[in-house]
């Protein structure tokens, strides 16, 4: 057995054995303290960086949800403002059915069509106020909303929600003022207030189908969201038994 006075081998040899395990109690202390099995890149480089993108993704997930989150309150705003203008046109439809009794004096004709000419104007006054975000809902001003429900540029990743026009012009449920204060006029609005019902009735479909379909692809975004969360949390995140048994 050879014998050396200059290089102390098993000194050196210690020292590396102290040096390997203070490098890895240190690694294991910042991710006690950290909660991160990764905290940079030298740690694990891919792993940071798959984590990371999962990460991103997660989060714009969690952007898609408050998107359909928004085009679900859009759809209620626009079915209970919807609902309002049916009770209206139900209670029009009573005041033509009404007024069209050939028995009726032009006074209390009059009175049919006096609240008869109010109601159009309130349901125009519903249609131009019913809003979302500054977006006018019903007035014909959009014919829909374009919602971002993923994390991708692609059109399965959007949305388009319809919307519908509900004043009482033309291009809405058509009806006119002061068409009480003939029994022929009464007819008339009758049938235009049915075709008015029949034009609501098929927003509200449009609204409630609408409102499914957004919602089915939320329950999907947070399917999505917690599939994500998970696998960023396998990369990422510190086994805390591990670590608690190599630092001790």
Same mark, same amino acid.
């Given at each position: 057995?050879?014998?050396?006075?200059?290089?102390?081998?098993? !000194?050196?040899? +210690?020292?590396?054995?102290?040096?390997?395990?203070?490098?890895?109690?240190?690694?294991?202390?910042?991710?006690?303290?950290? $909660?991160?099995?990764?905290?940079?890149?030298?740690?694990?480089? +891919?792993?940071?960086?798959?984590?990371?993108?999962?990460? !991103?993704?997660?989060?714009?997930?969690?952007?898609?949800?408050?998107?359909?989150?928004?085009?679900? !309150?859009?759809?209620?705003?626009?079915?209970? +403002?919807?609902?309002?203008?049916?009770?209206?046109?139900?209670?029009?439809?009573?005041?033509?059915?009404?007024?069209?009794?050939?028995?009726?004096?032009?006074?209390?004709?009059?009175?049919?069509?006096?609240?008869?000419?109010?109601?159009?104007?309130?349901?125009?006054?519903?249609?131009?106020?019913?809003?979302?975000?500054?977006?006018?809902?019903?007035?014909?001003?959009?014919?829909?909303?374009?919602?971002?429900?993923?994390?991708?540029?692609?059109?399965?990743?959007?949305?388009?929600?319809?919307?519908?026009?509900?004043?009482?012009?033309?291009?809405?449920?058509?009806?006119?003022? $002061?068409?009480?204060?003939?029994?022929?006029?009464?007819?008339?609005?009758?049938? !235009?207030?049915?075709?008015?019902?029949?034009?609501?009735?098929?927003?509200? +479909?449009?609204?409630?189908?609408?409102?499914?379909?957004?919602? @089915?692809?939320?329950?999907?975004?947070?399917?999505?969201?917690?599939?994500?969360? @998970?696998?960023?949390?396998?990369?990422?995140?510190?086994?805390?038994?591990?670590?608690?048994?190599?630092?001790?």
């Amino acid at each position: 057995m050879s014998v050396v006075i200059n290089t102390n081998i098993a !000194s050196l040899i +210690a020292q590396k054995n102290l040096a390997t395990a203070n490098a890895q109690l240190r690694v294991s202390v910042a991710r006690l303290s950290s $909660g991160y099995r990764v905290n940079s890149s030298a740690d694990d480089a +891919a792993g940071l960086a798959r984590a990371d993108q999962l990460r !991103s993704q997660s989060r714009m997930i969690q952007v898609a949800m408050r998107n359909v989150n928004d085009g679900v !309150s859009a759809m209620e705003i626009s079915d209970k +403002a919807s609902e309002q203008i049916t009770n209206i046109l139900t209670r029009m439809g009573e005041l033509a059915a009404s007024a069209a009794q050939g028995t009726l004096d032009a006074t209390t004709r009059g009175y049919y069509n006096d609240e008869y000419n109010k109601l159009v104007s309130e349901i125009d006054r519903i249609a131009n106020t019913t809003e979302f975000g500054g977006k006018k809902l019903l007035d014909g001003t959009l014919n829909s909303l374009t919602l971002y429900i993923g994390f991708k540029s692609s059109s399965n990743d959007q949305l388009s929600v319809s919307l519908a026009t509900l004043t009482s012009g033309t291009n809405g449920v058509d009806l006119t003022a $002061g068409v009480l204060t003939s029994v022929t006029g009464a007819l008339s609005a009758m049938d !235009s207030v049915s075709a008015a019902l029949k034009t609501v009735n098929d927003a509200r +479909a449009v609204f409630g189908a609408t409102t499914n379909r957004l919602n @089915a692809a939320l329950a999907n975004l947070q399917v999505s969201f917690t599939n994500f969360q @998970a696998a960023e949390s396998r990369i990422r995140d510190a086994d805390f038994a591990y670590e608690t048994a190599v630092f001790t």
